[in-house]
């Protein structure tokens, strides 16, 4: 793929179907441990003395009460690398980036609106027949794109707040590796191999040691390597619709998400 091209939305469209199995290697970001009500970790540091399961459990138990967080993922894949950055909360708001293969795409989510600004290479692709009245604009109303990017905001709250690529109910060998500093917050790091077919390769998770045991990271190998990053947790997220005078109905326009038949 040409640097600067908007790709097929096969792989954009795939992550968020996967409920995204897959993601590795996102530069570790800051995790900071919001004022949220989930139970602290275990009193005295305690946490990393129990089995990899019972910490497991622990952290999707103070997951699951989460209101808001700040969530980066970074898919590697064949078409190009797919990464987004997105503050969202339960009440539906989201605000932030999605890139792949390096053109990035603004997103911003406030009640049932969402408003997508694409930049030109993308435009270009979704919207074959997207005229000047279109360029640098926030489209609203965007059908097929609109609901791929809230799909991406979905996904991050859905991922944060339930474990991870992982389900509850997957069979998982887990394992304890060590206990170090991510992000500046003490974390348990526990490795996992997936004992199911389609569940991606083997990982590891990040789980905050002290205060929230919230899950703080996700690296997990396989055809298509992921990273998980969260942080910001019980954090405000504000977001301010765009100007009228930016905003364009594109209701009217056919879009395509890039895909060519």
Partial sequence: MRAGQWPATTALVGLVVLGMAGVVSVAACEPHRGTGEAPAAEAGGALENLPAD??????????????????????E???????????????????????QGGVEAEV?????????KPPAAMLRATVPDAGPELA???????????????GYCDAVLRFATGGGPLKATDPVEWSRNAVRPVGGTRAVILGFRPEGAGQGGPGTMAI????????????????NPLAMRFDSFGEPVTVTPPPADQVVDAGGYRITLGIQR
Wanted: charged share 20%; hydrophobic share 40%.
């Fill in 77 to 99: 894949q064949e078409s190009g690398t797919l990464e987004y950055a997105l503050s969202v909360d339960r009440d539906g708001a989201c605000t932030g980036t999605v890139s």
């Fill in 208 to 223: 905050a040691a002290e205060g929230p045991p919230y899950l703080l990271a996700v690296d997990q190998a396989g055809k």
């Fill in 136 to 150: 640098d604009k926030w489209l609203t109303n965007a059908g097929l794109l609109g609901g791929l990017y809230a």
């Fill in 108 to 116: 911003r989510r406030q009640g049932g609106t969402v408003w997508v």
């Fill in 54 to 75: 019972r910490i497991v459990a622990k952290s999707r138990e103070a997951d699951a009460g989460l209101t808001s967080l700040r969530g980066t993922v970074r898919l």
